[in-house]
């Protein structure tokens, strides 16, 4: 069974940073890929960025070029550094990471960081 726990959410305000970091209870490198989500207040869950095994990043647009995603396989987390923040990007950030398992792969996700910007 997989573990995933997300830390590093809070209060900030327009303009700041935060570093949300997502402890897993495996090897990472196992992992095919792994991704940051988030669920804004009565909006669908959507996709922030994702990485590879290999190092690949994908990015929605709304983030591009102030969120950056990394993996630190030495100590099993997937970290999202987060700048220049708006109120828009308030919502609930959860990490997934997808496990291939011979031909197909299982999903498994964090419960989840809440995320505030406001002044």
């Known amino acids: 069974q997989v573990q995933l726990v997300e830390s590093g959410g809070g209060l900030v305000q327009p303009g700041g940073s935060l570093r949300l970091s997502c402890a897993a209870s495996r090897n990472i490198f196992s992992f095919i890929t792994m991704g940051w989500y988030r669920q804004g207040p009565g909006k669908q869950r959507e996709l922030v960025a994702t990485?590879?095994?290999?190092?690949?990043?994908n990015y929605a647009d709304s983030v591009k070029g102030r969120f950056t995603i990394s993996r630190d396989n030495a100590k099993n987390t997937l970290n999202l550094q987060m700048n220049s923040l708006k109120p828009e990007d308030t919502a609930v950030y959860y990490c997934k990471a997808r496990l291939l398992v011979i031909t197909s792969w299982n999903d498994y996700w964090g419960p989840g960081t809440q995320v505030t910007v406001a002044s």
């Open positions: 990485i590879t095994s290999g190092g690949s990043t």
